[in-house]
């Protein structure tokens, strides 16, 4: 029997992967958690063989989450499953501990075969991602420096050289305008850059975009 974490703020998501997973692995067990916290604790009481992990949900550091997971138990597989698939962050994610990344995207065949590979602990890396990284000469360099940011700093950073407004970063992160400033400002002085354009162009020489 295996034991099955399903984390999303979404409902409709985890109801889907819920069925499909029975569908086809009937030996399954399957939890939900709506956010990281809920998840911790379930982490906590109990032994769970794969966590699969949306990484953009409100009040949620999905990366500081999946570390303390991670150190709690070390043997636990944690698949990525996310709207976001860029790579930069997919390398940050799997340098983190993740042993798979995957667009929510994907069709239902490939959704299951990531699963069933990660809970017979193998890895799961779709083929766009692997021919990302395979390309990539930076990916076992260290972050440099961005490693300097802390995980939510990271978070606004990503969503900052993306494009996204103070408020729509506030809306998606669901924390206040202000508390994004602060963090801007702070990103911004641990970077060593005076603007977006300056940070946009730290970002495509570390490959984060």
């Known amino acids: 029997m295996h034991k099955i974490l399903l984390v999303d703020d979404h409902p409709i998501v985890r109801s889907s992967v819920r069925l499909l997973i029975k569908e086809h692995l009937n030996h399954a067990e399957v939890s939900e958690a709506k956010n990281g916290d809920t998840a911790f604790q379930k982490i906590i009481q109990d032994h769970y063989d794969l966590v699969v992990l949306d990484i953009n949900m409100p009040n949620t550091d999905s990366l500081g989450f999946l570390i303390r997971a991670k150190d ?46 990660e809970l017979q602990g193998k890895k799961y890396i779709s083929k766009e991602l692997l021919e990302a990284i395979a390309d990539d000469k930076l990916f076992n360099r260290p972050d440099k420096p961005f490693e300097a940011l802390s995980n939510r700093e990271f978070e606004i950073a990503y969503h900052l050289v993306k494009g996204e407004s103070v408020t729509e970063i506030a809306g998606s992160l669901n924390i206040h305008t202000s508390t994004v400033g602060t963090y801007k400002a702070r990103i911004f002085e641990k970077l060593k850059v005076n603007n977006l354009i300056d940070l946009n162009n730290l970002a495509r020489e570390y490959h984060l975009i």
């Open 72 to 117: 709690m138990r070390p043997d636990i597989s944690v698949l990525i499953f996310s709207m976001v698939s860029e790579y930069s962050v997919a390398r940050r994610y799997l340098n983190a501990g993740a042993r798979g990344f995957l667009n929510k995207q994907a069709e239902d065949e490939e959704i299951v075969h990531a699963i069933v590979s």
